[in-house]
């Protein structure tokens, strides 16, 4: 009985622990630069409380490559680098998307002619198929993106609302699932500055 008392005491104090942490991801939340990759989802911690925790990663690098005659975006996300404010949760995530099989994150978009991307880029809001890759398996989602004018630069944002069974990925968890139930729900969220786009500017918006 005692063993069980301290077990139930150590539960509160971890959860009171986790609510204080994240309970600012139970919002809308804001990239932290305008040049990011963010993954969300939606968890439960106990029955007491309902959260959206987020995991950011601002150690983007993204590319314009060529692919035959046509042109896409990559970007790569390292994924030790993904911040949700929580350690031991971003070790699991880290350990969920295989980080040891493939260091990186891997998102690219559909192939276009130059004409094509010209044409898209000078609308605010475009749709195109994301190509994501993970643990080197690969999958399709769709993605409307918006562009900006911020400061004198072109910013591209969007996300991709999915969940983890489609991309062959368990949901995070903590202490054994016997304090937080994470949902399959899974959302992927980027902002990118077109002019950190190695190749991209030169290519798409000179005269």
């Known amino acids: 009985m005692g063993v069980l008392k301290i077990s139930l005491k150590k539960l509160f104090l971890i959860y009171f622990s986790l609510a204080s942490s994240i309970d600012a991801y139970s919002k809308d939340f804001k990239f932290k630069s305008n040049h990011c990759v963010a993954w969300k989802t939606k968890k439960r911690i106990m029955i007491f409380k309902s959260l959206e925790p987020v995991?950011?990663?601002?150690?983007?690098?993204?590319?314009?490559?060529?692919?035959?005659s046509k042109f896409y975006i990559e970007v790569r996300a390292p994924i030790e680098?993904?911040?949700?404010?929580?350690?031991?949760?971003?070790k699991e995530v880290s350990k969920i998307l295989k980080a040891n099989i493939q260091p990186n994150l891997i998102i690219s978009t559909k192939p276009y002619s130059l004409n094509q991307w010209k044409k898209e880029f000078k609308s605010t809001k475009f749709k195109n198929k994301l190509n994501i890759k993970i643990a080197k398996k690969e999958f399709t989602l769709t993605t409307?993106?918006?562009?900006?004018?911020?400061?004198?630069?072109?910013?591209?944002k969007g996300k991709v609302i999915?969940?983890?069974?489609?991309?062959?990925?368990?949901?995070?968890?903590?202490a054994w699932g016997l304090i937080t139930q994470v949902?399959?729900?899974?959302?992927?969220?980027?902002?990118?500055?077109?002019?950190k786009i190695e190749g991209f500017k030169k290519i798409i918006i000179r005269p």
């Open 55 to 68: 995991g950011m990663n601002c150690s983007i690098k993204a590319k314009f490559l060529k692919k035959g």
């Open 162 to 174: 999915t969940n983890f069974s489609s991309l062959s990925l368990k949901p995070p968890g903590f």
């Open 81 to 90: 680098k993904f911040d949700s404010e929580e350690p031991m949760r971003d």
């Open 144 to 156: 409307i993106a918006k562009k900006r004018e911020e400061k004198g630069t072109t910013i591209i």
């Open 183 to 195: 949902s399959d729900y899974l959302e992927l969220h980027y902002e990118i500055n077109v002019s």
